[in-house]
């Protein structure tokens, strides 16, 4: 007898149309996973990568063992850098609809991410991040005003008008430039770890990819070289559930977990709760620490859900139900921690109100100061003949022959 | 006739070829449920089904790899990479895989894939979103490489592709997706209704590869570009006065010498123009053979008219583009020269 | 306290003049492995990865559930292909030094693993080999002349003096052309079995790669789109321990098994002993089987040792001690097959001497025939015109017209 | 002064940089304990350490992401790719990111990497260790592209790569490595010792990125040739008595147009000559520039001499091989012309 073979496309629970359903995502109880010390050999925890590290309980309370690493003052600089992201985000989509730019990408529903991992690295460390990372740069302290000369493309824009807006690039803040192509930062940032090694010196590296971009080959080269030469480097995986149109299924997280990655190179891994801000930073530190102490590479699953479109290309209420963010179990990283510092007597309604208006006139005089530096289509530019400079670390006669006859 | 735009057009190819040919089938990054970051492919999933139009991962590499398993099967594939700046993960497996199959196997194994991508600027894409990478293709022996201009040959030239058993690069430029476009962006943009070439007929038919066409007869100087350049040569002439004869290649590999050839010895001048970076670009392989073929023919210097040898900029867009102004120029001085 | 981080550059146990040493490969008892049923789901059995599935014990016995698959007749078809191929290497390996080709590689010691694999797929199946499986073919019963002709680049040759010696293509006996980049093939595997699903046909395809290939990124490339689709694809990974003179810790394997790779996939997988016969065939079956019953792509690491040189181009005792394969604990291939089939009195001594002769006879007469037809820098060759074929599929302009300035 | 092979000086040129640099690390392929199947990093790995010179995986796409994540730290990494034929898969970490990096980063972070490889044919490699890429980078904005022709310029060039601030893509004819190459396959081989040029000064000198030089001087033709094809033209010009000046570009990009149009307009003549496929091959992007640059000094068409447009086929190498005898018919042809 012989089976009719067919081909498998998976196909996420719900359309457009349909009741949002995540009773699929499994959600372990806070408090549930234990801490391994830094040097627990990889093999020893395997089953980290099918279950998830999550510090905040529903009533907002921190348990466990991941638990207790922040005081309640670095929590509030963390809702605060996560209120900020979102601010920025927010005026941005509308600089972009008002024509300023070109293009914007938010993360809106992902900021405890990127804010609370930056505060485990030092200086010195760098980030290998992805276009929707803003929260490592606005955590780090980074002025918004030089995001925004860059998302304007304005006379002041650092990288001269040359990158879409979101695609930053700040050296000093531990921040490598960003790339508009899927997982090519991966493997580099190995790279970067490995030099680190070679040199003796004390720095890690933080590599970024989302959950679509695992599927990229590059994703691979990095965890070879990574299980190879066991360099200080911190393999974070952002799975939002969603790549543009496509659910993290098409990109093999139907059959496995991601997390799980890691154990055919004997690289330690965790899943994490990204939208439990304590969590997040106590698996960064995690990692970080063993990182430093030469223990290697950790490869991190952050488990969380894109909340807004993908770009401001994109209009998801073509693929997916418009109410999703609603229903998912992980909740918002914003509320959650404000929920916690509420428990413990470390917050208010009152002062949330208060800190939504400082960060919105934050973000807004930021704005006012960048658009006096134009935007995409007013006011002042980059010089055009900065277009040929760059490209080598000196400009070679065929572009200043070009340069000049574009009459410069 | 029915009026398309070039992506009612190009979707046209593929429906009608998946309705006459089982073998077909469509993938790709967002093509399946959602029809195509450009909407190519949209509404083929819902017409023929989970199995024949699906979305792929994101690996271009892989996208490509399985194209070419499928297509030694017997199938044919018709894969689409998101962004013509994101084909280089998959360059291996079209240089030294889909090319070569053929060429290694003695016949025995090929590839008769189609590999669409939208390339070229003028959407403020920035440097990963505008990109013109026709000249690598044609560099590799085994590939063919096309690049319509319009809805018309868009359509015709990508059922001859999907038919043609050799691996096809067939590359769209997204700035004409929705009209066609002079190259003026101040200028209020254009819907493709209004071009006679949009009238698309319904059904299959072809438009050979290996085929130009000349889209404006002219007796001056000779003007062989291809894609958004196409439009961009017309107006430039149009705007100088110049008495071009604007050749559209369609196809660069393989490439039509005999309308070439006649052009230019008629003309005794020719200007070359393309989007992609000037230096190795196709327009050095024409400009060589323009001299090959013609040398004794040409009253002057052939012109070559291109992006300028950098990533293409974001904000400086209409910089690096070369319009109607900077071809305009090289016609006024290959006349005068 | 800072570490001073440091580059971990994994490196062999012993190198040239050291004693050979492996006791750091586990090798469990044979029969130990359960045989579990072709639908279990792959997160259960993920254990086999780090066990390896053997049959014949060190006495010659076949035990364990994975026994018993072969009758004795196909069991000494079975040593026949192997000395056949055994012969064939080594012929040509004379042939290369007598300049009559250019370049051979061999799979001395790794027999096994081609010729079992090949007799658990059907015909219309389809391999795509690396160049070290000419088992595949042999043990199909291609002709052997014709893949001397290949070899020779003579004028027989199917592919025109095109392709490096064993770069063979045999599209009837379900060989893929091989490519001399290496990867290339493991994700157009993968390709062709989701073409067969998309057909609804019952075709499987079977993809090959080294250990060392592993590190490539298309081999990523196969698991996303197998584990996506759940093609009928079989992933054989054959770790004959060494890439060339870089062993197989540099391509990850001194972290992990290969075998584990395909965990971050949810793909099944199996590890198995490559030079015992039965464990191979048995394994390869249940592969088959899983693969044609729809129930998706299984991956196989072959644990055996590459006896020979890399290729004629390589001298093995500049990286590892001359005396390792002695050491090396799984054997011969053929000679435990031997063992095995004396063991069950089906064999002996005098009809191996037999049908040694017999398989140098009929290598030697294969020999005689294809050098009749040419060697690479005597005799007859392919027309130098048709270097110009198949390019495309129709001849092009500018081929005919360099065809002709050749002078064609 | 020591005679050295290519070999030989390419070694030397790391040793050289790795004892005076302590940011010098050589990985890829085989290079570390075994010294690179082609020997070039032999006796590096003992001098220098594992931490300095080792082993890569098989991955070249992977070898050149870290390259550019350790130059990106402010190492100096040269990595090997075994054969050119080998470097696709690394092709987009090439375009996308090394090329970039400095232009999208406003010059915050680069890529000071060499990717060295060997190229061309010659040794009965087939396909896939044959080809000779150089034009698919000398379309790339932002690498350098350099191939050098004997043991003195091997050294100076690699030296003057690795103390460049930009990607550099170094391409070493394999078929040079231990001795001149006339193209004459059935003479015997004649090692290096006896070519002037493999005389190579000890310790650090550099021989500029940018710079060609005059192998011959003539005044009839003038020959655009770099790496293998020096020597064949050499042999071309002695073969026919044709008074060829011969142009060893020795850097591709950046391209010494100076020297090119002083020779064109010397000779007004012009033959191009490389192993790589013609179409699309950089000898059209030189035809281009000398009709550009040299259109009214020419006194016939430029003519090139080239790979055919086929993959290098394993058993007629010498078919496919641009040889002596066509690059002498090209330089008898451009003279009577
Ligand atoms: C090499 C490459 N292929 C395709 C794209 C187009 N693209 C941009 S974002 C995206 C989805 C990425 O999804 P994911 O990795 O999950 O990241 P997320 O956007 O969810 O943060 C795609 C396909 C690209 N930028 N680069
Ligand atoms: C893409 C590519 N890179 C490098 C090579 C050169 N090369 C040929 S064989 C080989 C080693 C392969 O080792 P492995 O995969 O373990 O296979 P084995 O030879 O042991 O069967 C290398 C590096 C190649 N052929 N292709
Ligand atoms: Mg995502
Ligand atoms: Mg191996």
Known sequence: MTTRLSLHVPEPTVRPGGKPDFSHVDVPEAGEAPRPPIDVPPGEIRDF????????????????????????EQLRTGLRDMMLTRAFDARMLMSQRQGKTSFYIASLGEEAVACAHRKALAPGDMCFPTY???????????????????????????????????????????????????GTQY???????????????????????????????????????ASVYRPPVILNIVNNQWAISSYQGIAGGESAKFAARAHGFGIASLRVDGNDYLAVYAASKWAADRARADLGPTLIEWVTYRAGAHSTSDDPSKYRPKDEQAAWPLGDPIARLKAHLIRIGAWSE??????????????????????????????????????????????????????????? | ????????????????????????????????????????TEGLQRKYGKQRCFDAPINESGIVAVAIGMGAYGLRPVAEIQFADYVY?????????AARLRFRSGGEFFAPIVIRMPCGGGIYGGQTHSQSPEALFTHVSGLKTVIPSNPYDAKGLLIAAIEDDDPVIFLEPKRLYNGPFSGHPEQPAVPWAKHPLSEVPEGRYAVPLGKAAVRREGKGVTVLCYG???HVAEAAAEETGVDAEIVDLRSLVPLDVDAIVASVEKTGRCVIVHEATLSSGFGAE???????????ALEAPVERVAGWDTPYPHAEEWDYFPGPARVGRALLKAMEA
Chains 1, 3 share one sequence.
């Open chain 2, 228 to 230: 958004t350049m196409v």
């Open chain 1, 187 to 225: 493997p580099q940032a190995v790279g970067w770890a490995m030099a680190s090694a070679i040199r003796g010196d004390d720095k890690i590296a933080s590599a970024w990819i989302g959950d679509g971009s695992t599927a990229e080959t590059d994703f691979h080269s990095a965890l070879v070289f």
């Open chain 2, 89 to 97: 993960p998959g360059y291996d497996q079209i240089v030294s895989e």
């Open chain 1, 49 to 72: 990568a099918y279950s998830m590290i999550r510090v905040l309980d529903d009533s907002g309370e921190a348990v466990g063992d991941w638990a207790g690493e922040l005081t309640s």
């Open chain 2, 286 to 296: 024409l400009a060589a053979q323009v001299m090959e073929r013609c040398f004794y």
């Open chain 2, 1 to 40: 006739m029915a009026r398309l735009s070039m992506v009612e057009a190009i979707r046209d190819a593929m429906d009608c070829k998946m309705a006459e040919d089982e073998r077909v089938v469509v993938f790709g990054e967002d093509v399946g449920y959602f029809g195509g970051v450009f909407r190519c």
């Open chain 1, 350 to 408: 009152e002062r949330m109100r208060q800190m939504q208006a400082e960060v919105d006139a934050e973000v807004l005089e930021a704005a006012k100061q960048a658009e006096a530096h134009g935007t995409l289509h007013d006011g002042p530019k980059p010089s055009t003949a900065s277009m040929f400079e760059d490209v080598y670390k000196e400009m070679p006669r065929h572009l200043r022959e070009q340069r000049q006859q574009l009459g410069y």
């Open chain 1, 132 to 182: 929707r990372q803003q929260g490592l740069l606005i955590a780090y302290g980074w002025p918004l005003v030089d995001m925004m000369n860059s998302i304007f493309s304005n006379a002041k824009d650092r990288l001269r008008g040359r990158q879409l807006p979101g695609l930053y690039s700040a050296r000093e803040a531990g921040f490598f430039t960003v790339s508009g192509n899927l």
